[in-house]
């Protein structure tokens, strides 16, 4: 007789318990929401600090609920910081829908396995819909594809990994790159450092990669780049890829893509444009003219997560032909084992891509885009660059204030410069020391929060407005708070000589 272990009890999975936990989350997920205005941006604490406060030894005996939620509380009110805040420019991260955050409870509570057709039959459709809809935005063929992925940086290397197995010859996979001549990249100086880390984890190697020169609107430079593809040819080496950038990182210039896809197609190199940024902008009636050429790309990756606003986290790869991921990715093994002939089923994502397990990203990306529609998504990018123009243009007005760079997108980079400093003497070291300070001091202040970028060697202040909550009233007070700041460090730093 085999006595079969007792039932275990002490896992509450139960519906009433999900129910108790779910209302108060979303009590306090309603009650951030109404908050998040008066909040600080962020509260300017140390490591040392948080990691203190959200520490806790993990008990032998689970918490209680009560507990929990205070626990969760703290964590939320105290030790987060808020992207979604309308003070918050910094960096490129999207203010977070509400649909696409109820939306991801939903896709954990389910706890689809996309990896898998089998495992996730209504999540893999849906990410083909989704993935469809945006390689159409783009403008690419019907057999285009692809997936959704954690964010940019992995999308990127996917494109450049599709690239090298198509342009390198055949058996590169099961023999790699030894023996073969060496494969070159060419991008911007501008270029995201995504595309220099896939050039290390695609076996290139990052010296590789070409930083071609910028024009004075911070664009890859035509001729630079065909002299030196040229240059490669000459000197027995294997140009195959140009990686055109969407959007920069730092000042949102758009390369050159009409010329850059001629130049890929005089010369058999995949196109691969960084839209991580930039890419949205094809919702937009008023800007996708910006974006002519980037329907010739053999891949893109662009980030729902920045300017589709929806939460972290969630990129995309698109490829021209879906059969390059195949090619790239697929792999096989007796314990995934099906005849699809037998089953109908569809296609496996994780055969696709470097991830074989692999969330449902999708869902909260393609609730929001049911949610808010394609019209208000595209008018609110043309809203969001307007109000980067609206920056701009108070800064020009300003005598304390300089813009650093053409206005590219939502991107605004700018110095504090008070008016009285002398020409001459070392004024462009002081304020890049200055403009440090002060973006140092604008994050740890909390009413509003940017970033900076460095342009040639000098060290600017950059607001990105990627976020649906920010209005003029924000920017303005970007000034105000950027003056303030910057009058009272001018007055602690600036060197006795001046
Ligand atoms: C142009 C560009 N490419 C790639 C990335 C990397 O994207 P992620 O942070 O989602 O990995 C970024 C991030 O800001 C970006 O701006």
Known sequence: MVNPPEPFPDLDWSPERARALGDAALEMYEEWLRRLPDLPVDRGRNAAEVSEAVHLDVPAEGLRDEELLEYLRKLVFDYSMFPGHPGFLAYIVGGGTVPGAIADLVAAGINQNVGGWRLSPGATEIELHVVRFFAEQFGLPDEAGGMLVSGGSIANFIGLKAARDAKSGAGVRARGLNGRPQLVAYTSQEVHFATTRAADMIGIGTDNVRLIEIDDQYRMDLVALETRIDEDLTAGLRPFCIVASLGTVATGAIDPLEPIADLCARHGLWLHVDAAYGGPIVLSEDLRGLAAGVERADS??????????????????????????????????????????????????????????????????????????????????????????YLADR???????????????????????????????????????????????????????????????????????VNFRTEAEHLDQVLEVTEELGAKLDAELRPTHF
């Open 300 to 389: 893109i990756a662009f980030d729902p997560h920045k300017w589709l606003y929806t939460p972290q986290s969630g990129g995309c790869i698109l490829v021209r032909d879906i059969a390059h991921l195949a090619e790239s990715f697929s792999a096989d093994a007796g314990y995934v084992y099906e005849d699809k002939e037998l089953t109908g089923r569809g296609i496996d994502l994780g055969m696709l891509g470097p991830q074989l397990s692999r969330s449902f990203w999708a869902l909260k990306v393609w609730v929001s885009l049911l949610a808010h529609g394609t019209d208000a998504y595209g008018r609110r990018i043309a809203h969001d660059v307007a109000l980067t123009r």
């Open 395 to 465: 800064i020009e007005a300003s005598d304390r204030f300089e813009l650093a760079a053409p206005v590219g997108l939502s991107i605004c980079c700018f110095r504090y410069a008070p008016p009285d400093l002398p020409n001459g003497g070392g004024r462009e070291e002081y304020l890049d020391l200055l403009n440090e300070r002060i973006m140092a001091a604008v994050q740890m202040d909390g009413r509003v929060y940017y970033s900076n970028a460095i342009l040639g060697e000098r060290f600017v202040l950059r607001t990105c407005i």
